[in-house]
């Protein structure tokens, strides 16, 4: 006798086709949030997600393209994690420092979309590079432009409109850490400013745009380290946060990362680092953050 039980679902509602024996199957409701396709119902299966506020990775992933040939790229897992958490498949991801592409990169990997400004315009050819031409019009939409002028929103709004979007799903600022590292000699470059008082204006103007073409109820992430000058620490991270929160930004959480896997080797240079941190009176770097934030 075949015998089994099948649930059935309403048309509004997807449903998910549990096999919990060879001839017993069970229709169960999938439950998920409006910005993921993480399943609630069956959250138990979601070992890989983080939901806690320290993230260790042991490397860097170098698979599906990624490598750390830019000095100063995220690494790609930070971007596995966030994507998961808070967009859905086909979903826009912005990033509106978009250096060698991880985002973008990310995004086609994981069945996202993404939209990526960058301001240097051989670092767009060299992104431009890593997808074929069909990616670049279905998929990635590369900008070459200053992040930081209002006249970028409109040439975003006319990649949506390809994409048949009206707002990005999720949005990433991964800004130059101040003058840490020169990423070009262009004045508009947020690595070239006179001072830190200007960084924070441009980046305050970088968050703006951004927030204005994110959808709303959707979640944003600024990836940041801070730094010291004149011996003593310039919180980078936290004044940036503050610049979104003072945009309209909810911030949802401070996620300390380690910086394994971030650079290359220091190798003779991090024994000199110590002398100088015993000399000093500080400590050597770690950590960076990953500050996340919704637009409610
Ligand atoms: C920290 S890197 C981003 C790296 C990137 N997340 C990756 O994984 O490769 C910052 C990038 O912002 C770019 N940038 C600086 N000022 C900018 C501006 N005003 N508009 C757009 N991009 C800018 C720099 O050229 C650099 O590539």
Not at 60 to 69: A, I, L, P, T, V
Not at 248 to 256: E, L, P, R
Request: hydrophobic share 35%; net charge positive.
């Amino acid at each position: 006798m075949i015998w089994g039980i099948m649930v059935k679902a309403s048309n509004t509602k997807k449903v998910r086709i549990q096999e919990q024996k060879p001839d017993l199957r069970i229709v169960k409701e999938v439950k998920t949030k409006p910005y993921s396709d993480i399943d609630l119902n069956n959250w138990k299966d979601y070992s890989h997600i983080k939901t806690d506020t320290w993230w260790e990775f042991a490397s860097r992933d170098k698979s599906n393209g990624h490598s750390n040939e830019y000095h100063g790229n995220y690494i790609p897992q930070i971007a596995q994690q966030l994507y998961e958490r808070f967009t859905k498949k086909g979903d826009i991801v912005l990033d509106m420092f978009l250096g060698s592409g991880t985002s973008a990169i990310e995004a086609l990997h994981m069945g996202r979309r993404c939209i990526g400004v960058e301001l240097k315009p051989e670092q767009v050819d060299i992104v431009s590079n890593k997808f074929s031409p069909k990616e670049l019009v279905t998929d990635i939409n590369l900008i070459c432009s200053d992040s930081a002028n209002e006249e970028v929103k409109e040439k975003i709004q006319a990649r949506l409109d390809v994409m048949r979007r009206d707002k990005a799903q999720f949005l990433v600022l991964h800004p130059p850490y101040d003058d840490i590292i020169k990423f070009s000699d262009k004045k508009e470059d947020l690595s070239n400013c006179a001072n830190t008082e200007e960084f924070y204006n441009l980046f305050k103007k970088v968050a703006q745009n951004g927030y204005d073409m994110l959808e709303k109820g959707r979640f944003a992430a600024l990836i940041i380290g801070d730094k010291y000058a004149n011996g003593e620490i310039v919180p980078l991270g936290a004044d940036c946060a503050n610049k979104m929160r003072e945009i309209g930004f909810k911030m949802k959480a401070v996620i300390v990362k380690n910086m394994e896997g971030n650079e290359r080797a220091k190798g003779k240079t991090a024994n000199l680092w110590r002398y100088r941190a015993l000399n000093g009176g500080f400590y050597i770097f770690k950590h960076e953050y990953i500050y996340v934030f919704q637009k409610v």
